[in-house]
């Protein structure tokens, strides 16, 4: 059901739904599948063009979970993959020719820089990085082998906003395809596609689960490169299975609610940070003294809960001291579950094309759906631990 008069919630409720085909059911059921059989020998033969063919390239439940998808991120077709850095592997392969150059984010996701340093290097394509914040001089970057270009926004760890609208309108100029990691917004608060870009991929392990309990990627994108895409994919056995769908499309049916909530109880969070003495810097695109705020609220509706701060230089047993007595904020890799997370960071590791020297411990947190009052009470008493 994709009907442009409904708001956005109402279609993502009704996306990749059909109970009247499910005996009633309002949710699509586990397919739990591998053969399905055809019924005779002329539908076997006709197989090449039947909507299910084999479980690996489909079932009704891995077909509702990329319709649904297609309607977050406003995209023409979408493909579900095992993990966020699965999806993003994937992108990056279905571009990868000998000679070619990629263009990435200097903020970009590590294991997504990794792929390219490590696998696509081998096969002889090179990436060169980029200042995140470059918007339009993306043009000067440009080589006539450039295939792709990689953007994060806000990016992995430092939350700097691209300019996506300038840098896939210089792309498409040039006729150099465009991909985003999306995860930060969980498509709820922005849909890179409808401001240009051509593929949009997300940590679905990340809010779209919302539940810390799947792993799952997603790449949505326009119907021009969805060949190209899908060729890799099924070259590479890429499928998932009919219980991640299914929770994937539970998450989903929440995704609006629980947004609302991470962007509300997130800048609760970050404006209190922002007047503690402990505390050089938050990098969070939703406060207005943040570097990238015009263009976040040109290309978002909201903020997720995840964001980051800096807190002044302490020694290795007073960061010991703030984190060990931590009660409600887990410590762990991962985001966008309904729980609060607090980690120390080192983003200048990931970085080449530019620096990242805050002059102080980077610390990255995840807004949860806890009382936030709870979580900044946690959060002073962390700083008096510090603070010995
Ligand atoms: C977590 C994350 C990924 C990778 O997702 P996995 O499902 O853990 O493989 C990709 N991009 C971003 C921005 C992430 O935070």
């Known amino acids: ?57 489909g079932t009704p ?8 998808i297609c309607e977050l991120e406003g995209a023409d077709r979408a493909l579900v993959a095992p ?14 020719e000998p000679g070619a150059h990629i263009l990435m984010s200097d903020s970009s996701y590590g294991p997504a820089r990794k792929f ?14 980029y200042d995140p914040t470059i918007g339009a001089g993306i043009e000067s970057l440009i080589r006539p082998e450039t295939r792709l270009i990689w953007m994060e926004s806000p990016g992995s760890q430092t939350f700097e906003v691209q300019d996506v609208t300038a840098i896939c309108a210089i792309a498409r100029q040039r006729g150099i395809t465009t991909a985003i990691d999306n995860t930060w917004s969980g498509g709820y608060f922005c849909q890179p596609i409808r401001q240009g870009a051509d593929i949009s991929v997300q940590a679905g392990t990340k809010y779209i ?18 060949d190209r895409l899908r060729e890799t994919y099924l070259r590479f056995g890429v499928c998932i299975g009919g219980d991640d769908a299914f929770l994937a499309l539970r998450g989903l049916r929440t995704l609006p609610v629980r947004m609302a909530q991470h962007h509300k109880s997130g800048l609760q969070v970050a404006n209190w940070l922002l007047q503690q003495p402990e505390v050089l810097r ?12 015009a263009l976040w609220k040109q290309h978002f509706t909201g903020a997720s809960g995840l964001f980051g701060f800096v807190i002044t230089q302490p020694d290795r047993p007073a960061l010991g001291r703030m984190f060990d007595g931590l009660k409600l904020f887990g410590m762990g890799s991962s985001w966008g579950g309904f729980e609060s997370l607090l980690v120390p960071a080192n983003p200048s590791v990931y970085r080449s094309a530019t620096q990242w020297a805050p002059g102080g411990q980077t610390v990255r947190i995840h807004v949860g759906l806890e009382d936030p009052e709870d979580l900044i009470d946690e959060l002073r008493q962390g700083f008096d631990r510090l603070a010995g």
């Open 83 to 96: 993990s966020g850095v699965n999806a993003i592997s994937t992108i990056l392969m279905a571009f990868a």
């Open 209 to 226: 689960a919302g539940h810390s309990d799947l792993m799952l990627g997603t790449i949505a994108c326009r119907a021009e490169v969805y």
């Open 116 to 129: 390219c340093e490590f696998t696509l290097k081998k096969f002889g394509v090179e990436t060169s990085y």
């Open 282 to 293: 938050v990098m969070h695109p939703g406060l207005p003294g943040d570097p990238g705020h």
């Open 1 to 57: 059901m994709s009907n442009e008069n409904l708001g956005f919630e109402t279609r993502l409720l009704h996306a990749g739904r059909d109970p009247a085909a499910q005996n009633g059911a309002v949710n699509t059921p586990v397919y739990r599948a591998s053969t399905i059989l055809f019924p005779n020998l002329a539908a076997l033969e006709a197989k090449e063009g039947a909507k299910l063919r084999y479980a690996r390239r």
């Open 61 to 68: 439940t891995t077909h509702a979970l990329e319709d649904a």
